[in-house]
C-alpha cells in the first residue's frame, strides 16, 4: 500500500496538517486507536511549541526590525500560527482552530481599522497573559477548540474582535443594528430556512448593549486593550418574540427584564440556537466535509448518529471529532483524498514533507495570499470558498510557485536525503521521492512523464550534480501535481 | 447559505468541466481568432450590498432625509441627472463625476429598483441569486457560464476572472474560467532555469494531461492547470501592458487596467470579471457627502472613469459594456451606527459605446407607509420594479447576441432599452 494510503498518515492529514519523518516514525508504533486518542487527548501532550520559534532544528521566521511579536504585529502572529501548524505536538487543536476561524470567519482588516494594528493582532491573536488584555479570538478558538460549543458561541459574543467585526458595538436600545443577529443565525449557527425577517428584528434587539471598551490611555499602547463591556443603558429591556423556540418549555418569548440584567437575554438566545437540532445538523455536515468527504454528501446515518453525539453530550464538540474519527466513513477508501487541502494545509504539509532547515515561513505569507488564504483575514463573515473553490489557475499556479520556492531553498536537503540504494536507478529515485512526500497514487502516465523529466537532458546516473537539479524540480513538480492538493 | 450545497454545486460544475478538459482537442494547441474585434462584457460587483439610496438620491423626497438623518445626501451637493419616467428628479452622490459625465454623453444608463420577488437579505444566498440568474436556484451554473457554454470556444481564456474565487455567474459547463487577481504575479517558476525549467513545465503538462480523468475532482484541478499553463503566455503579454491614461492606485483600478490591456491586446477574451468590495456599510456611511461611503463611491468613479478614457482613447469602447450590479440595496432607514442594514432592490448600471444611456424604472416613493406599493418589508426596504434578469436578457440578446431565453431558462425579453 503507499505510504499515502496507510490509515495513520489518512488520520494525520486530516487530523493533523500531515506528518514530518519524525511523526510518521512515532505514530507508526501505535494502532489506530491509540493514535486517534493522542490527538483527541491533546492536553496531556507538552504545549511548549511557541517557546521553540527562533530555535535552530525549527522552520524559521523572519522579523523586521524588533523583536518578533506575534501579540502585536499580525505578520509576526501569522508567522506563529503557521509554525505551530507544522511543529505543534497538539495538531488536532491546530486544526479545530483552524475550522473555528473559517466558522465564525472575523477578518483583521476591520478590526484593524477600528482598533489600529496593535489593538487589532491583540483582538485577534493575544496569547494570555502575554499582555494585558482578554486573549485574542483566535486564542480562544484555540483554547476552547473541543469544547462545548454552547460556551464557545457565548464567548465568540462578547468577543471584542466580533463586536468590532459585525458592529455590535453600535447596536444600542435607540436604533438596533442588524449585522450579528442576522449572521449568528445564517452562518453561526442553524443557518438560513430557520429564521424570518422579524427574528432578525428580535435579535438585534437580544444583543443591544454588547459593547467594548478601551482600557488604557489609547489604542497605540501595546498594554491598552479592548474588553467587552454590557452597557445597561443601551439595552433594549422589552421582551423579544421569536418563530422557534428559546426555552425547554417551548417558550418563543424573551420576557421583558430590567436592563441590569439584560445580558441573560443573549444567553438564552445564544443557548437555545446552540441546542437547536438544526445547528446541531449544519455542524455536523461542516465537520463531515473537515475530517471525511467533501466528495460525497453526510450520509443520513453519519448525521443523526453525529447529532444524537453533540445533543446528548450537551454541545459538547471533543466526542463528536471522536465519533466522527472512529466511524466507518471515516476510514472508508472513498474518504482517502476526498477532501481539496486548505492553503495554509497545503503549505504546512508541504514543509513538513520537504524539510525546513534554513527556511523561513515568512516565505509562505505571501503565496498563501496568492493561494486565497491570508489567516487572520477570511474575505467576509462566510469564510472562505472552501473545496473545489480553492482551485483556480491563480491559485494553481500560486501552489506550484510556492512549491518552488521552498524546494529550491532545500535543494541540497532533499538530494542528500535520497537513500544511496534509491540513486542509480531513475525508478528508484522517483520510488523514493514518492515515499518521502505522500501524494494520491498516480497513473503509470504521470509516473512516467515522471521518469521522462529525469532522463532529459542526459543519462541518469544518480550522480551529485544531477540529484541537485533534479531532486528538488522533482518534488516540485510531485508539490504541484494535482493529486497532491488533496488530503 | 448551507455550506454543504455551496460545496455541491460546485462539484456538480467542476465535474462536467473536467469530462470537457479532458478531451483531446483541449490538449492540443489553441488556434486563437484575434483578427475581428468581438463585443466584450465587463461586469462590475460591487461587493456587500451597495445603497443604491445614496448612489442615486431621491433628493426631493422629504422621507429621504427624515428616514436617514446623518447620512442623507444633502440636495444641494447631489449632482443632477433630471427625471425619471414618473418625474421624480434625481442625483448622484458627489463623488459621481466621472459617471455623471458619461452619462451626459450619453453613454451612462441607470436602472433604478432592480431585484427580485422575495428578495434574499444573506449576502451568500443573493450573491449566488445574482449569479445563477433564478431566485428559486443558488447552485448550479452561472448566467455567464451559460453563456460561455454557447460559444464552444475550447480557449479558457474567454472568460476572464480577476477575483480569486470563482463566481457563481461564472461556473460554466465548458470553460474552467481562469483566475487572475494580478497578471503580473500569473507567471511559472522552477528550482532550475533554462533548459531544465522547461523540461519541468513540460513534464508538469504530461502529468496534468496523463492524471486520472475518471476522477472527476483529480481531473478539475488537473485541467486547471492545464488552463493556467496555456493562458501564461498571453497573460504575461497584457501585464506589461502600457494603459493610454493614468489609473487610479486602487485594486478596482489596477483590475480594470488589466481588463482594459486585455482588450486591448486582444486576447480573445468575451466576459470579464472585476469586484470591489466594503459596500456591506452596517457603520459609518459618512455624512453629508463624505466618509466612508464616499471613499467607496470615490474608488468605483475614478477606476470606471479612467477605464472608459483609456479605451476611448483607443477607440475601443465600441466593443466594451460595462454592466454594474450589488447582491442587493440596503434598508431605507439608516440605523443607530450611521449605516444602513440589508434591504431589498438595487440600482444597476451599464455603460459603454454602445449603451443608450439615461434613466430607466422609477424611483420609490419613501413613505413608511406599509400600503406604499414602491415599498416592501412593511414599508422598510424598496420594492424591485425591473426584474434583474430582464437586464441580463438585454445584455444577452441585443448586445452579446445570444438568445436569451435559452441562457436564462425563461422569457425576460421585456428589459429595459439600455442598448
Known amino acids: 500500500?503507499?505510504?499515502?494510503?496507510?490509515?495513520?498518515?489518512?488520520?494525520?492529514?486530516?487530523?493533523?496538517?500531515?506528518?514530518?519523518?519524525?511523526?510518521?516514525?512515532?505514530?507508526?508504533?501505535?494502532?489506530?486507536?491509540?493514535?486517534?486518542?493522542?490527538?483527541?487527548?491533546?492536553?496531556?501532550?507538552?504545549?511548549?511549541?511557541?517557546?521553540?520559534?527562533?530555535?535552530?532544528?525549527y522552520v524559521g521566521v523572519t522579523t523586521r526590525g524588533g523583536a518578533f511579536s506575534p501579540n502585536t504585529n499580525i505578520e509576526d502572529a501569522r508567522q506563529r500560527w503557521l509554525f505551530r501548524m507544522v511543529h505543534s505536538q497538539r495538531p488536532l487543536q491546530e486544526k479545530m482552530t483552524l475550522f473555528w476561524h473559517q466558522h465564525f470567519a472575523t477578518a483583521y482588516g476591520k478590526v484593524a481599522g477600528f482598533g489600529g494594528p496593535i489593538q487589532g493582532t491583540k483582538m485577534m491573536a493575544l496569547v494570555s497573559g502575554a499582555l494585558p488584555g482578554p486573549q485574542g479570538q483566535i486564542e480562544l478558538f484555540r483554547s476552547r477548540a473541543l469544547g462545548k460549543f454552547r460556551d464557545l458561541l457565548i464567548e465568540v459574543a462578547r468577543d471584542p474582535a466580533m463586536i468590532v467585526w459585525l458592529d455590535g458595538r453600535t447596536n444600542t436600545r435607540q436604533r438596533p443594528q442588524e449585522n450579528f443577529g442576522r449572521e449568528v443565525m445564517e452562518l453561526f449557527t442553524f443557518g438560513i430556512g430557520n429564521y424570518s425577517e422579524q427574528d432578525v428584528y428580535a435579535a438585534a434587539r437580544v444583543f443591544t448593549g454588547w459593547n467594548l471598551q478601551l482600557a488604557g490611555a489609547n489604542n497605540q499602547d501595546p498594554n491598552a486593550y479592548y474588553e467587552f463591556s454590557y452597557r445597561p443603558n443601551q439595552h433594549d429591556p422589552t421582551a423579544k418574540v421569536f418563530t422557534f423556540p428559546i426555552y425547554a418549555d417551548g417558550g418563543q418569548t424573551i420576557p421583558a427584564r430590567a436592563a441590569a440584567d439584560g445580558m441573560q437575554d443573549g444567553i438564552d438566545?445564544?443557548?437555545?440556537?446552540?441546542?437547536?437540532?438544526?445547528?446541531?445538523?449544519?455542524?455536523?455536515?461542516?465537520?463531515?466535509?473537515?475530517?471525511?468527504?467533501?466528495?460525497?454528501?453526510?450520509?443520513?446515518?453519519?448525521?443523526?448518529?453525529?447529532?444524537k453525539v453533540y445533543l446528548g453530550s450537551d454541545t459538547e464538540i471533543r466526542p463528536v471529532v471522536d465519533y466522527i474519527l472512529r466511524s466507518p466513513w471515516f476510514?472508508?477508501?472513498?474518504?482517502?483524498?476526498?477532501?481539496?487541502?486548505?492553503?495554509?494545509?497545503?503549505?504546512?504539509?508541504?514543509?513538513?514533507?520537504?524539510g525546513w532547515q534554513g527556511f523561513s515561513i515568512d516565505g509562505a505569507r505571501t503565496p498563501l495570499a496568492n493561494m486565497g488564504q491570508t489567516l487572520f483575514d477570511p474575505p467576509d463573515v462566510n469564510g472562505w470558498e472552501l473545496g473545489a473553490g480553492w482551485?483556480?489557475?491563480?491559485?494553481?499556479?500560486?501552489?506550484?510557485?510556492?512549491?518552488?520556492?521552498?524546494a529550491a531553498n532545500q535543494k541540497f536537503n532533499l538530494a542528500r536525503a535520497v537513500p544511496q540504494g534509491a540513486r542509480t536507478a531513475a525508478d528508484a529515485f522517483i520510488g523514493a521521492m514518492l515515499n518521502r512526500f505522500s501524494p494520491m497514487s498516480y497513473t503509470e502516465g504521470s509516473r512516467a512523464a515522471l521518469l521522462g523529466y529525469v532522463a532529459s537532458g542526459g543519462p541518469w546516473t544518480g550522480s551529485d550534480t544531477q540529484l541537485n537539479i533534479k531532486a528538488p524540480s522533482v518534488a516540485r513538480l510531485i508539490l504541484g501535481s494535482a493529486e497532491y492538493q488533496f488530503v | 447559505m448551507a455550506g454543504i450545497t455551496r460545496r455541491r454545486f460546485?462539484?456538480?460544475?467542476?465535474?462536467?468541466?473536467?469530462?470537457?478538459?479532458?478531451?483531446?482537442a483541449f490538449l492540443s494547441d489553441i488556434a486563437r481568432a484575434q483578427g475581428a474585434v468581438?463585443?466584450?462584457?465587463?461586469?462590475?460587483?460591487?461587493?456587500?450590498?451597495?445603497?443604491?439610496?445614496?448612489?442615486?438620491?431621491?433628493?426631493?423626497?422629504?422621507?429621504?432625509?427624515?428616514?436617514?438623518?446623518?447620512?442623507?445626501?444633502?440636495?444641494?451637493?447631489?449632482?443632477?441627472?433630471?427625471?425619471?419616467?414618473?418625474?421624480?428628479?434625481?442625483?448622484?452622490?458627489?463623488?459621481?463625476?466621472?459617471?455623471?459625465?458619461?452619462?451626459?454623453?450619453?453613454?451612462?444608463?441607470?436602472?433604478?429598483?432592480?431585484?427580485?420577488?422575495?428578495?434574499?437579505?444573506?449576502?451568500?444566498?443573493?450573491?449566488?441569486?445574482?449569479?445563477?440568474?433564478?431566485?428559486?436556484?443558488?447552485s448550479g451554473t452561472g448566467w455567464l457560464g451559460r453563456y460561455l457554454d454557447t460559444l464552444g470556444s475550447s480557449d479558457p481564456l474567454v472568460a476572464w476572472n480577476s477575483t480569486r474565487e470563482t463566481p457563481r455567474a461564472l461556473v460554466s459547463r465548458t470553460v474552467g474560467v481562469p483566475a487572475i487577481p494580478d497578471a503580473r504575479t500569473y507567471s511559472f517558476s522552477s528550482p532550475n532555469t533554462g533548459a531544465e525549467a522547461l523540461a519541468e513545465r513540460d513534464a508538469a503538462t504530461r502529468m496534468a494531461s496523463a492524471s486520472d480523468s475518471s476522477a472527476p475532482h483529480l481531473a478539475f484541478v488537473s485541467s486547471t492547470t492545464l488552463g493556467a499553463f496555456s493562458t501564461l503566455d498571453r497573460v504575461g503579454a497584457v501585464a506589461g501592458y502600457v494603459p493610454s491614461i493614468g489609473y487610479p492606485n486602487s485594486g478596482l483600478g489596477l483590475a480594470l487596467k488589466t481588463v482594459a490591456g486585455a482588450i486591448a491586446k486582444g486576447v480573445g477574451t468575451r466576459v470579464f470579471w472585476v469586484s470591489t468590495g466594503g459596500f456591506d456599510t452596517h457603520a459609518n456611511e459618512g455624512a453629508a457627502g463624505v466618509g466612508a461611503y464616499a471613499t467607496l463611491m470615490g474608488t468605483v468613479n475614478d477606476s470606471v472613469l479612467a477605464f472608459y478614457s483609456d479605451l476611448k482613447n483607443q477607440g475601443l469602447l465600441g466593443s466594451t459594456m460595462l454592466l454594474e450590479f450589488s447582491e442587493f440595496g440596503r434598508r431605507i432607514s439608516e440605523n443607530g451606527s450611521q449605516g444602513t442594514d440589508h434591504g431589498a432592490a438595487a440600482v444597476m448600471m451599464a455603460l459603454g459605446g454602445g449603451v443608450r444611456g439615461g434613466l430607466y424604472g422609477t424611483?420609490?416613493?419613501?413613505?413608511?407607509?406599509?400600503?406604499?406599493?414602491?415599498?416592501?418589508?412593511?414599508?422598510?426596504?424598496?420594492?424591485?420594479?425591473?426584474?434583474?434578469?430582464?437586464?441580463?436578457?438585454?445584455?444577452?440578446?441585443?448586445w452579446l447576441g445570444v438568445d436569451s431565453v435559452s441562457v436564462l431558462g425563461g422569457n425576460f425579453k421585456n428589459g429595459p432599452g439600455i442598448v
Open chain 1, 1 to 57: 500500500m503507499p505510504r499515502g494510503d496507510q490509515p495513520i498518515d489518512h488520520l494525520l492529514r486530516r487530523a493533523g496538517f500531515g506528518a514530518t519523518t519524525a511523526e510518521t516514525a512515532l505514530f507508526s508504533g501505535m494502532s489506530l486507536s491509540a493514535a486517534i486518542a493522542q490527538l483527541l487527548d491533546y492536553q496531556r501532550q507538552p504545549d511548549e511549541v511557541d517557546s521553540k520559534i527562533g530555535s535552530d532544528q
Open chain 1, 269 to 307: 438566545f445564544l443557548s437555545a440556537l446552540a441546542r437547536h437540532p438544526e445547528t446541531a445538523r449544519r455542524l455536523v455536515r461542516k465537520m463531515w466535509g473537515f475530517f471525511v468527504s467533501e466528495q460525497e454528501s453526510a450520509p443520513a446515518d453519519f448525521v443523526e448518529g453525529a447529532v
Open chain 1, 331 to 354: 476510514l472508508d477508501p472513498r474518504s482517502l483524498y476526498a477532501r481539496y487541502s486548505w492553503p495554509a494545509e497545503f503549505v504546512a504539509r508541504a514543509v513538513k514533507e520537504t
Open chain 1, 391 to 406: 482551485i483556480s489557475t491563480g491559485a494553481m499556479l500560486a501552489r506550484m510557485n510556492f512549491a518552488s520556492t521552498l
Open chain 2, 10 to 24: 460546485i462539484r456538480d460544475g467542476a465535474a462536467a468541466v473536467a469530462i470537457t478538459y479532458a478531451a483531446p
Open chain 2, 38 to 138: 468581438a463585443r466584450n462584457l465587463v461586469v462590475l460587483y460591487l461587493s456587500g450590498g451597495n445603497d443604491a439610496l445614496n448612489t442615486v438620491v431621491p433628493y426631493t423626497d422629504g422621507f429621504y432625509y427624515s428616514r436617514r438623518p446623518n447620512i442623507a445626501v444633502p440636495a444641494g451637493l447631489v449632482l443632477q441627472i433630471g427625471s425619471d419616467a414618473a418625474g421624480r428628479p434625481l442625483g448622484l452622490h458627489p463623488r459621481l463625476t466621472g459617471l455623471r459625465d458619461i452619462f451626459n454623453e450619453g453613454r451612462l444608463a441607470i436602472i433604478q429598483r432592480t431585484g427580485y420577488e422575495n428578495s434574499s437579505r444573506s449576502h451568500f444566498q443573493g450573491i449566488d441569486i445574482w449569479g445563477t440568474g433564478d431566485p428559486r436556484s443558488t
Open chain 2, 363 to 398: 424611483a420609490p416613493s419613501l413613505d413608511p407607509d406599509p400600503a406604499n406599493p414602491t415599498l416592501e418589508n412593511a414599508g422598510a426596504d424598496v420594492r424591485h420594479e425591473t426584474d434583474f434578469r430582464s437586464v441580463y436578457a438585454k445584455v444577452l440578446d441585443s
